[in-house]
């Protein structure tokens, strides 16, 4: 199984960490607004029955409210455990509250693409779920136009604990008019791994002890003085990862990186030092054996870390998995978030996206039940058993780090408890490369190998990003 296709179609943030539990993540493909497909084919697949109208249902069980939820974890747990695991979650969410609602789940075999587009095509005839995950494909904006869903900020507002338990998502998700129409339980953490022995060996400090991005500099100068090669990139994944970290180095870089999709020129000052990084602190720092294409089946920055063969390794916090018996040896893998030019602060990618989406149609009580899932999928409960299972990272501010570490037992999934803790302690956390520059990200990307091979300068670069800009206008 391809894994990174499977996540662009599935649920991007969840099945990136149950990797974890298999030794053998991968990068998850990035969440756009822009993963459109045809609506003109109803694919939906349930794994279930289709239940029945709700009245119906409501009669059949003592007149209850009904509400149906539909999700995209059909897989069987001999396929991905981590499926089981949240279909028993949700299952032990309908048991509880049986006496006040009937919470019907749905799993659906198209998955959370086949969910994106039965919506499309149900919001043309005026309909929608009563809830759904959507896993990272972004329906927002065209049901929210079509008044279709319920915005959730009230809520959140009224309840500290379930604004702690969305994090990130409540910023992230707040649109320009001041409503959040999503959260997600889980959420995409992104630092780097590196190998300690590597940087023993060149006599290097290692990132945990950095204090600003002049430290990385030494640092691959030593390790690269030493004949370790200090990581691996490509024309997409780890160098997205390692431009948008170098993004965050001060508050000119994150005033600029935060403008994203608004940004009418890449001819800005930051954005260039950005790019004049990449080419000369990474790219040539590497030699052409360890400058893959970028395409979906391009993993070699992953197998020469866990080989031993690259000092770091920039991926997110699922890649503990990748730890488990592996050459480089696991008790030399260890977890970090990015420097940033302020001494001792850090920075790391957090990107949550679309996940539940509640209609706006339901009755009072409906909606309540709506309200009180995903009040309790964004719990510290919830939040502890996603993490400690090996599921995912969760947004939740509320989660104790250190309590949860010493509740593991395994050495990959205390690598993943101290990951996540890192990226969410970070003081600085931004939107992933994709998310943040939507279509121009694959610009962006196009460019790397002429920066590699020095074929291209940085104001070639931004020259052709701008001509993208004014012909996307």
Request: charged residues 25%.
């Amino acid at each position: 199984m391809k894994f990174r296709k499977v996540l662009s179609v599935t649920l991007a943030a969840a099945m990136t960490a149950a990797l974890v539990l298999t030794g053998c993540g991968s990068k998850p493909a990035e969440e756009t607004a822009d993963n459109q497909a045809s609506a003109g084919e109803d694919k939906r697949q349930n794994t279930d029955a289709e239940p029945a109208d709700q009245s119906e249902q409501g009669d059949k069980n003592g007149g209850l409210p009904t509400v149906t939820f539909t999700h995209g974890y059909y897989h069987d747990e001999s396929e991905w455990a981590a499926a089981g695991e949240m279909r028993k979650i949700y299952q032990e969410f309908a048991d509880a509250h049986k006496d006040e609602f009937n919470f019907v789940i749905v799993a659906d075999e198209s998955g959370a693409e086949g969910i994106y587009n039965t919506a499309l095509n149900d919001i043309s005839a005026g309909e929608f779920y009563d809830i759904a995950d959507f896993g990272g494909w972004d329906i927002v904006p065209v049901a929210a136009n079509a008044d279709m869903i319920l915005d959730l900020k009230p809520y959140l507002d009224e309840d500290a604990a379930f604004k702690a338990g969305v994090g990130v998502c409540y910023d992230q998700n707040l649109t320009e008019d001041g409503k959040i129409y999503s959260v997600r339980e889980q959420i995409e953490g992104v630092g780097f791994w590196y190998n300690q022995a590597l940087f023993d060996k060149a006599g290097a400090v290692s990132p945990d002890q950095w204090q600003t991005w002049a430290d990385f500099d030494a640092a691959v100068e030593k390790l690269t003085a030493a004949g370790i090669t200090p990581f691996g990139l490509n024309a997409g994944w780890p160098t997205n990862i390692l431009a948008a970290a170098y993004s965050q180095r001060d508050d000119a870089c994150r005033t600029f990186y935060k403008s994203g999709r608004k940004v009418t020129s890449f001819d800005d000052p930051t954005f260039k030092e950005t790019l004049s990084f990449i080419q000369t602190k990474a790219l040539q720092k590497i030699d052409a054996a360890n400058f893959g294409p970028g395409g979906d089946d391009d993993e070699q920055y992953r197998t020469d870390f866990f080989e031993g063969n690259t000092a770091m390794l920039f991926n997110g916090v699922w890649d503990a998995g990748g730890s488990v018996d592996c050459k480089a040896g696991a008790e030399n893998i260890r977890p970090a978030v990015f420097p940033t030019n302020e001494a001792g602060k850090k920075a790391s990618l957090l990107s949550g996206g679309t996940g539940f989406v509640v209609s706006s149609k339901l009755d009072e009580a409906q909606t309540q039940a709506c309200i009180e899932f995903i009040k309790y999928m964004t719990s510290e409960e919830i939040a502890n058993r996603i993490i400690s299972a090996g599921i995912g990272m969760a947004p939740s501010t509320a989660v104790d780090y250190k309590t949860l570490a010493d509740s593991v037992d395994t050495a990959d999934a205390k690598l993943l408890v101290q990951a996540c803790g890192l990226c969410q302690n970070a003081d600085y956390q931004a939107l992933g490369w994709g998310n943040t520059f939507g279509d121009a990200e694959g610009e962006i990307q196009a460019k790397y190998a002429g920066l590699k091979d020095g074929s291209k300068t940085v104001n070639d670069v931004v020259k052709e990003l701008d001509q993208f800009l004014e012909a996307a206008e």
